[in-house]
């Protein structure tokens, strides 16, 4: 049995328009990001130029209106781009989906004349962005904030720190939760903070166990003035706007991760069906078919999942449980094809000969972000038996 060289995932996409962004993104996959994503990761290089590139070809605005430079895709089929950009890279695919998720506060609740000033530059501009929701001492139960707002005239000062920040220190902007008000989740309030801002620092990047490309890292804000045209929203408006931008990006997230994990499985093809022993492609041993046949059933699952909860939010429809469903799952998911795919491969696996232990230690950060697995289970029950009783 000769070994196979993967093929190209069978995609079922809604329109012409969308068969050739499909197209469009795995010609610049292979041009631009594939060849270099191992070497650039190992050496902690992020890829600006790939996210100029990626603006220039319409592809970082994708699921916003074509009036301020999106693209007026359904999520539908951003997401399957999310997906092609993921296998070749996780910190091209994360990058991206981390961008619209920063894009989407601006979009969905900003005024006619924000959006006309700002939108433009943020989806086709060359611009990229960060969101800011957590801190040092407020992650899941992210109500708690303590980022300060203090209006003053015409104006807001910001002051406190948050963590955690993809693309913190490189961002061109940030849209950032912060407590204008009371305690609790109705005391917060949604920001656009250019990145350029005085009294707006970034620490030095976090070390992570993998993800090296992509920078995380923690914002200090000390007296941030903002003016109040960068108030997105209504006063106190924030954590319900947050919320609403997570349920999409829970979607960027799941996408992200069955990219992630199909590139594993790729790899983990291609070397079983080319290494002999004993006489034979370790690919015909029983055991090991079986391994991949269950890694490519749990994508196609995974990969089913987050297209039905795309939907759901392409036709209007409430999607905030399925959205919860597909991260956890696919999350999940991309953890275990990961680690078997490393598995398969053997000693060889474990090396950095093979990519197959990059994607393994990248699977992980996707089971936390943007809300770790536990806090999905706890989404989904809610939807299910209704809030815990105190």
Same mark, same amino acid.
Not at 93 to 99: E, F, I, R, T
Not at 247 to 272: F, M, N, P
């Given at each position: 049995m000769p070994d196979r060289a993967p093929q190209p995932v069978e995609r079922q996409l809604p329109t012409e328009e969308s068969r050739d962004l499909i197209t469009l993104v795995r010609d610049i996959v292979q041009r631009e990001i594939a060849p270099r994503a191992a070497e650039e990761e190992d050496a902690g290089h992020f890829p600006r130029e790939v996210f100029s590139?990626?603006?220039?070809?319409?592809?970082?605005?994708?699921?916003?209106? #074509?009036?301020?430079?999106?693209?007026?895709?359904?999520?539908?089929?951003?997401?399957?781009?999310?997906?092609?950009? $993921? *296998?070749? =890279?996780?910190?091209?695919?994360?990058?991206?989906?981390?961008?619209?998720?920063?894009?989407?506060a601006l979009a969905g609740y900003g005024t006619k004349e924000q959006q006309a000033e700002h939108l433009p530059a943020m989806l086709g501009g060359g611009l990229l962005g960060a969101y800011c929701l957590s801190e040092p001492a407020s992650g899941s139960d992210a109500a708690s904030l303590r980022t300060k707002a203090v209006r003053g005239g015409d104006s807001w000062v910001i002051t406190g720190t948050k963590s955690w920040i993809t693309h913190g220190g490189i961002a061109d902007f940030y849209t950032v939760m912060a407590r204008s008000g009371g305690e609790g989740a109705r005391g917060i309030t949604a920001y656009l903070v250019p990145g350029d801002t005085p009294g707006l620092n970034a620490a030095a990047p976090e070390k992570k166990m993998g993800m090296k490309g992509s920078p995380t890292a923690q914002l200090n804000f000390d007296g941030v003035r903002v003016p109040d045209s960068r108030r997105i929203g209504?006063?106190?408006?924030? +954590?319900?706007? *947050?919320? #609403?931008?997570?349920?999409?990006?829970?979607?960027?997230? !799941?996408?992200? $991760?069955?990219?992630? $994990?199909? *590139? *594993?499985?790729?790899?983990?093809? #291609?070397? !079983?069906?080319? =290494?002999?022993? +004993?006489?034979?492609?370790?690919?015909?041993?029983?055991?090991?078919? +079986?391994m991949l046949a269950d890694m490519a059933t749990r994508i196609e699952a995974? =990969?089913?999942?987050?297209?039905? %909860? $795309?939907?759901?939010?392409? !036709?209007? =429809?409430?999607?905030?449980?399925?959205? %919860?469903?597909?991260?956890?799952?696919?999350?999940?998911?991309?953890? #275990?094809?990961?680690?078997?795919a490393v598995q398969v491969l053997g000693g060889y696996g474990y090396t950095l000969d093979f990519p197959v232990e990059r994607y393994m230690r990248e699977a992980k950060v996707l089971q936390i972000v943007e809300g770790t697995n536990q806090i999905q289970r706890m989404v989904i029950a809610r939807h299910l038996a209704g809030p815990e009783t105190r």
């Open positions: 590139l990626l603006s220039e070809s319409g592809l970082l605005g994708l699921p916003y209106d #074509s009036e301020y430079g999106g693209g007026d895709q359904p999520y539908e089929v951003y997401l399957q781009v999310l997906e092609e950009l $993921a *296998a070749a =890279r996780l910190t091209v695919g994360l990058g991206v989906s981390v961008h619209t998720l920063s894009c989407h209504e006063e106190g408006q924030g +954590f319900a706007i *947050a919320l #609403s931008a997570l349920d999409s990006g829970r979607l960027g997230i !799941a996408a992200c $991760a069955i990219g992630l $994990a199909q *590139a *594993a499985l790729d790899e983990a093809v #291609s070397y !079983a069906t080319g =290494r002999q022993q +004993f006489g034979r492609p370790i690919a015909d041993f029983q055991g090991l078919r +079986f995974g =990969r089913a999942l987050y297209l039905a %909860a $795309a939907r759901l939010r392409d !036709a209007g =429809r409430p999607f905030s449980r399925q959205a %919860a469903m597909a991260k956890l799952f696919c999350t999940d998911t991309a953890m #275990s094809v990961t680690t078997d």
